[in-house]
């Protein structure tokens, strides 16, 4: 099959786990938005920046390891037992620490009275670290519709959840207390505390996603090497920090917008409305995972071929328009998209384009991260994202204070785009890929224009504003028909 429309169906495929399944489970941050106070979503958001900050410690690039040997070695199973292995361990250990010491956690979190949620994400991290090399054993057999399928059960399973303890449980007890289901529901729900049953939905999804896996681990000829093991972890501990340095930049800001705000400012409601926007941003973010979760495999795959350097630039520019497009569409339909959330987080909606173009830059600093990755020069991909963290950092300490929620939306613009260039540039040196900058700059710069342009034509009717913005997406789309014409014809191409 046509390397681009191969990868173009896969990333379809996971595209039904991630992006639908993810915008289907984003669809509870209408409910939370409306159910919960900004500072009780504040809580929401801060512990699951903590989560996306230590999940990818407990992965630390192993399933990138895993792909990158499973090319290089004859026994694969000996590879998955190896690094299923090692996740294990290393997930048990955690989540053993996390257990005996949940209440000083807690403590340290501002939650005194709520050690619950401290063990409750460490078990939800310890399942969800396992799970990831089993996950990555399907997409490395290209079992795209069973990664799918599983990934729609665990959104499913935790929407199901939510929507019984958010909204069926107080609706009971409320409206008929009295009655048998209200007398049973009554013996154990606390409709005082909706923020812990967002997160039980979310361990009981995780822990049956787990069960659903096991059958994926080939326990029959399951094979550990301690000399192989060796060799993973040499190569995966660069990527470690790059994960960790990427979390950071994603979720950091979260961390720091309460403990940086001046005094005086109800900080987790800050924390709520900032959390509530960057869902609507991360529109953009759920394209670049489903990407990745296809990408990485594939350019493995397409590394031996004497066309492979050429693939990888009309890769990126596929992406580019893909991102502008997602980028133009998002901001053209703010009017819509902006109630999504509930009318008191709405007042952060500007930093909305800021972060959209911050994780269109992420998404192709993904892309560009292919040479380092390729010539096992994974130490720099290690320094561009700590670069990257370092900005992020000292960025949100510099602007919080001053600027709040905006001072971190611009952190994460300006770390991203710089990982972007200097990944671009020191890749020239090591593995030189012919992408075209001319479409790249053309594509990002026309989307970015007609927002803008957009921006000063002031039009009161909203219907009259919605048609004059979809000419201009029209108008885009027509852009990429004649400048694209051979790589749509070749995509489409068996």
């Known amino acids: 099959m046509n390397p681009l429309r191969r990868l173009a169906g896969q990333t379809a495929i996971y595209g039904l786990s991630s992006i639908i399944g993810k915008m289907i489970n984003y669809l509870l941050v209408p409910l939370y938005t409306r159910v919960l106070i900004p500072s009780e979503y504040g809580v929401v958001t801060e512990m699951y920046a903590y989560v996306a900050i230590l999940w990818v410690m407990l992965t630390y690039g192993m399933e990138t390891t ?18 299923l292995f090692s996740v294990i361990l290393t997930s048990f250990v955690f989540a053993g620490l996390v257990l005996f010491n949940s209440q000083s956690l807690a403590n340290w979190l501002d939650y005194p009275q709520n050690k619950n949620y401290v063990i409750w994400f460490g078990l939800i991290l310890a399942f969800d670290a396992i799970t990831a090399i089993p996950f990555a054993r399907l997409r490395q057999q290209n079992k795209a519709l069973r990664f799918a399928v599983l990934k729609l059960i665990n959104i499913g399973i935790n929407i199901g959840l939510n929507l019984f303890f958010i909204l069926l449980c107080p609706y009971i007890l409320n409206h008929h207390p009295s009655g048998i289901l209200g007398s049973f529901i009554g013996g154990f729900f606390n409709q005082h505390d909706l923020v812990g049953y967002i997160f039980i939905s979310n361990l009981v999804a995780s822990a049956i996603t787990l069960l659903l896996l096991f059958p994926e681990i080939p326990f029959k000829s399951f094979e550990v090497n301690t000399r192989l093991l060796k060799k993973m972890l040499a190569y995966t501990w660069p990527l470690l920090i790059v994960s960790i340095a990427g979390s950071i930049n994603l979720s950091l800001d979260k961390v720091l917008l309460p403990r940086l705000l001046p005094k005086g400012i109800d900080a987790m409601a800050q924390v709520g409305i900032y959390g509530a926007c960057y869902k609507i941003s991360i529109i953009m973010t759920l394209f670049v995972q489903t990407f990745r979760y296809a990408a990485d495999p594939f350019f493995f795959s397409e590394s031996g071929k004497s066309e492979s350097k050429k693939v990888y630039a009309d890769v990126l520019t596929l992406f580019t328009i893909a991102v502008s497009l997602i980028f133009l569409l998002t901001m053209m339909y703010m009017d819509v998209v902006i109630k999504f959330i509930g009318k008191d987080y709405r007042e952060g909606a500007g930093v909305i384009p800021i972060l959209l173009l911050g994780n269109l830059f992420l998404g192709i600093f993904y892309n560009l991260s292919i040479w380092y990755k390729l010539t096992n020069r994974t ?10 963290a370092a900005i992020t950092i000292g960025l949100n300490f510099i602007l919080i204070p001053f600027y709040g929620y905006w001072g971190s939306a611009w952190a994460a613009f300006f770390a991203y785009f710089t990982m972007m260039v200097l990944s671009y540039l020191i890749g020239r040196k090591h593995f030189r890929v012919p992408y075209d900058l001319r479409k790249f700059f053309t594509y990002i710069g026309v989307a970015v224009g007609l927002y803008l342009l957009s921006k000063q034509i002031h039009i009161e009717l909203q219907e009259v504003r919605l048609l004059v913005n979809t000419s201009f997406v029209i108008l885009y789309l027509l852009l990429i028909f004649v400048l694209e014409k051979r790589m749509l014809k070749s995509l489409f191409s068996k």
Do not use: D, H, P
Request: no cysteine; glycine share 10%; aromatic share 18%.
């Open 66 to 83: 895993f792909f990158r040997f499973s090319e290089s070695e004859q026994n694969k199973n000996r590879v998955f037992g190896t690094a």
């Open 379 to 388: 130490i720099y991909g290690a320094l561009l994202s700590s670069i990257g």
